[in-house]
């Protein structure tokens, strides 16, 4: 008989079996259900890897892969249009011509500017999308907007919405890494890579420059082998005291 009046290790599993089994049986279908899911989707992917760059206030699209040619025919002149765009400095500035020369590039004829001599060479390899638009001139809500389709905060970024929908290959890896500027992360801070409503594991998994990208991935410092005995001697001399206290319980 035990009369030691504090709950056991053995009490403790088996009040809580219950619960932890009822968890791990819920996880383990809900696994079940995801791969069924992405081996009956329509989906085949070719594409095995994707590396979203951000830059926050990067180059101009018209000086680099967005050739527009009445450009230089309106230099100089203000826009005659009857729409009212949403403006940054609140005044309406004059057009203003491409800085960079525009050629036809490779076999495809993919109008790239001299900006990028080397990246005009693969011109056939290239996607490019030029029917993006934002409703913004604000950095920070055309931040939103391109990393998550809303210009509000509070919603999925696009990683992880690529892995919620596509599944995960390895559930003991992050989702996808987010690689910060050492200078600082965007404006719009870790909603940038948020999985916001959707299950946390989609979230994506922010490295650090430097030595250490990851916290506490390792001990702060080594610990010499005297000190790691002398820590399980310790552990092992309060376990033989719980053992004096309690007593032996039979299997």
């Keep these: 008989m035990n009369d030691y009046n504090q709950q ?8 809580g079996m219950n ?3 009822a968890t791990a049986l819920a996880t383990l279908l809900s696994r079940e259900s995801t791969l069924a899911a992405s081996k009956d989707s329509k989906l085949q992917p070719k594409a ?9 206030g990067g180059m101009s699209h018209v000086d680099s892969f967005d050739y527009k040619s009445e ?8 826009l005659q249009t009857d729409e009212q765009p949403d403006l940054f400095f609140g005044k309406m500035g004059l057009l203003r011509q491409q800085d960079w ?3 036809p590039r490779g076999q495809s004829g993919l109008m790239i500017s001299d900006m990028f001599p080397r990246i005009a060479e693969l011109a056939d390899d290239l996607t490019i999308l030029r029917s993006m638009e934002s409703k913004s001139a604000n950095h920070t809500p055309a931040l939103f907007l391109a990393n ?8 999925p970024s696009m990683g992880s919405w690529i892995s919620y929908g596509m599944g995960l290959e390895n559930e003991s890896l992050p989702a996808y890494v987010v690689l ?3 200078r600082g992360a965007p404006n719009t801070g870790a909603s940038t890579w948020s999985s916001s409503f959707l299950p946390s594991n989609h ?3 922010v490295f650090r420059g430097g030595s250490q990208p990851v916290r506490d991935l390792f001990p702060a410092r080594k610990v010499d082998s005297q000190r790691d005995a002398a820590t399980r001697e310790f552990i092992q001399a309060i376990n033989e005291q719980h053992v004096n206290q309690t007593g032996i319980e039979s299997a």
């Design 148 to 155: 998550s389709g809303f210009e509000f905060n509070g919603f």
């Design 19 to 21: 619960g932890l089994g």
């Design 180 to 182: 910060n500027d050492e």
């Design 101 to 103: 020369e525009f050629k």
């Design 71 to 78: 450009l230089k025919k309106f230099h100089g002149k203000s």
């Design 203 to 205: 979230q994506g998994v």
């Design 8 to 15: 056991t290790r053995r009490e403790f599993f088996n009040w």
């Design 48 to 56: 095995r890897r994707a590396i979203h760059i951000c830059l926050v």
